[in-house]
């Protein structure tokens, strides 16, 4: 089966960098999903990793080392609209999985 | 505008009682899928769709229908719900296996 395990909670000031770790295990493995989701709202896609390495989108970046099992999101400059949860999730044969989530509160 | 719509947005009903939360897009994608989340076990897959009239279990599939007769309707059907299947569900669709999943806004059951 597959199963991923990330913090469940993390809390930061503004404009300070974090950084969400998420490890998994799975029998197939076509690559690292993040999602963010606030409160009331739907999932909304952030990166997508199947390749080791960093992939950077604004201020957000996500790391993938498939030797490790092994993948971070990393938020820069946050932002009070950065409170939200984060997922992480992998897709294994066309069935995705998702992390049980990581909820990050931005204090002023 | 890309849009993924699910109907009914909240819904409370009873024991047994047939239901179906439909999924349309407008986006011409070939996948769909349907997830129930739940405080502390996040995203769980319940069907999802690669095509036209082929679909397959995800995770917890029990209890649970589905049907794919057009590409851009999906609908769940919950032929005897019960307690333990209220939750919030969400559709999603993507272009490619691979490509970002887009969600509707959510249903929010309760059965009581």
């Known amino acids: 089966g597959q199963s991923l395990e990330q913090p469940s909670e993390v809390t930061a000031v503004e404009g300070a960098i974090v950084q969400i770790n998420c490890t998994y295990q799975?029998?197939?493995?076509?690559?690292l999903s993040w999602y963010q989701q606030h409160d009331g709202g739907a999932p909304t896609f952030l990166s997508y990793n199947a390749l080791d390495g960093l992939e950077e989108t604004g201020r957000f970046s996500s790391f993938l080392s498939r030797s490790d099992s092994y993948g971070y999101l990393l938020l820069q400059e946050l932002q009070m609209k950065d409170s939200a949860s984060y997922f992480c999730a992998v897709m294994s044969g066309q069935n995705f999985v998702f992390g049980p989530g990581t909820r990050l509160s931005v204090l002023p | 505008e890309a849009q993924v719509t699910q109907n009914p947005r909240y819904l409370i009903t009873v024991t047994g009682k047939k239901l179906t939360v439909t999924c349309s897009q407008n986006?011409?994608?070939?996948?769909m899928s349907w997830y129930r989340q739940d405080p502390g076990l996040g995203l769980r897959q319940i069907y999802y769709s690669m095509n036209v009239e082929v679909t397959d279990k995800g995770d917890v599939p029990e209890g649970y229908k589905v049907s794919r007769k057009e590409k851009r309707n999906f609908p769940l059907i919950l032929e005897s719900p019960s307690p333990n299947q209220t939750s919030l569900y969400f559709c999603a669709t993507r272009q490619g296996s691979s490509q970002p999943q887009h969600f509707g806004d959510g249903t929010r059951l309760s059965i009581l």
């Open positions: 799975t029998s197939g493995f076509y690559g």
């Open positions: 986006m011409n994608h070939e996948y």
